[in-house]
């Protein structure tokens, strides 16, 4: 899967742990940084990767704040992305059974990193179960236009 992800300062060491076990996956990762933990503004990463979801370039996108809640916010802006933020498998399996999320955001300050890898990949595993939810996602769509 062509996935690309994204992080502030707060989100750049799980980000980058995530990029390692995407790429061990065997997806294609686009890394839009941040690189280092100098402070950075999140809606300009996010910004990045929702771009990437809604032009195509990307299936999929992932972004990591410190709680995720900014990143999500910003990345909702995009036409076409819908953003989730998740804290456990639960949600993650409900964002996209339900939502058809197509970014991910975590937070780094309030995850565990095992977790949250483990939430990566059960979020690339689950489908969109369409039907009722299809209508949904359409109707979120039309709040676009
Ligand atoms: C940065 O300190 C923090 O505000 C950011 O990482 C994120 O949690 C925002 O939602």
Same mark, same amino acid.
């Given at each position: 899967m062509q996935i690309w992800i994204g992080a502030d300062h707060a989100g750049v060491a799980l980000k980058d742990r995530i990029r390692d076990m995407l790429e061990?996956? $065997? $997806?294609?990762?686009?890394?839009?940084?941040a690189h280092t933990g100098e402070s950075v503004d999140?809606?300009?990463?996010?910004?990045?990767v929702a771009q990437g979801v809604s032009s195509g370039s990307a299936e999929r996108g992932i @972004?990591?704040? /410190?709680?995720?809640? /900014?990143?999500?916010?910003?990345a909702n802006k995009v036409s076409g992305v819908r953003a989730a933020v998740c804290h456990d498998l639960e949600t993650v399996r409900l964002?996209?059974? $339900?939502?058809?999320?197509?970014?991910?955001? @975590?937070?780094?300050?309030? @995850?565990e990193p095992k977790l949250a890898l483990s939430m990566?990949? *059960?979020? @690339?595993?689950?489908?969109? *179960? /369409?039907?009722?939810?299809?209508?949904r996602v359409r109707k979120i769509s039309s709040l676009e236009r």
């Open positions: 061990a996956d $065997h $997806h294609q990762v686009t890394d839009q940084g999140y809606p300009d990463f996010a910004a990045s @972004l990591v704040c /410190g709680t995720g809640i /900014g990143m999500s916010i910003a964002s996209r059974r $339900h939502n058809q999320a197509n970014v991910l955001a @975590l937070g780094a300050r309030t @995850l990566v990949r *059960e979020w @690339l595993r689950v489908g969109f *179960e /369409g039907g009722r939810h299809d209508r």
